[in-house]
């Protein structure tokens, strides 16, 4: 479910009307995230680790009302929900977007990110049929340690979904260190919102 903002007196009005004018709305953060807890309940858990800090992420994500803001048509609604797409690798080294429904728990959120992937693997080309307005993308490059990302899109299409994307985990100081760049629209959330995703993120990743 969404609810529409009424802009006229919102605290963003201004903010929401100035960036959401840009044909650059987004703006970047990349930072890197300490893994070494979620690397190690992954695998007491005997769960995949990429599906467990994609959880987290989701879950962060949710907890921030901000991130749950979404701009359609120059309106602004927030969502009780935000879900997420993911790229899936295949054998033959092409990809397919992955789609997984928010749920609060690890276990259900496996469940249904494993069956997913499932039909991802025994199916060819892209599925664009998922829904774009309540999620998030999320992409996995775990062969590359990046210090800056960018992201391609169409100037066309007005988007403002959340894009998180990670790169390749490395050994700092005895810590696993993973790249995490964060891309969001500047008319619905500021540096301050997402400071706090992060901060809420590497608790998550910790616990």
């Known amino acids: 479910m969404r609810t529409k903002i009424e802009l006229a007196g919102w605290l963003r009005e201004d903010h929401f009307k100035l960036f959401n004018s840009f044909e650059e709305p987004y703006f970047s953060i990349n930072v890197d995230v300490d893994v070494t807890a979620a690397y190690a309940k992954a695998k007491e858990l005997g769960v995949s680790f990429y599906l467990y800090y994609l959880y987290c992420a989701i879950t962060a994500i949710n907890k921030n009302e901000s991130f749950r803001y979404r701009a359609i048509n120059d309106e602004v609604f927030l969502y ?17 977007f992955g789609f997984v429904p928010y749920v609060p728990t690890l276990e259900e959120f496996i469940a249904l990110a494993k069956a997913d992937t499932d039909r991802i693997l025994t199916t ?7 829904p774009h307005e309540n999620i998030i993308h999320f992409s996995a490059m775990p062969g590359i340690k990046f210090t800056g990302l960018t992201h391609a899109r169409s100037f066309a299409f007005k ?11 490395t050994e700092v100081h005895g810590k696993k260190m993973m790249p995490l760049s964060i891309t969001v629209h500047h008319g619905l959330t500021d540096g301050l919102h997402v400071g706090q995703f992060i901060d809420l993120y590497q608790q998550l990743l910790n616990a």
């Open 80 to 96: 009780d929900r935000i879900d997420v797409t993911h790229v899936v690798l295949r054998p033959n080294g092409t990809f397919g």
């Open 159 to 169: 988007d403002s979904s959340t894009k998180l994307s990670v790169g390749q985990v």
């Open 124 to 130: 060819t080309g892209l599925d664009l049929s998922i």
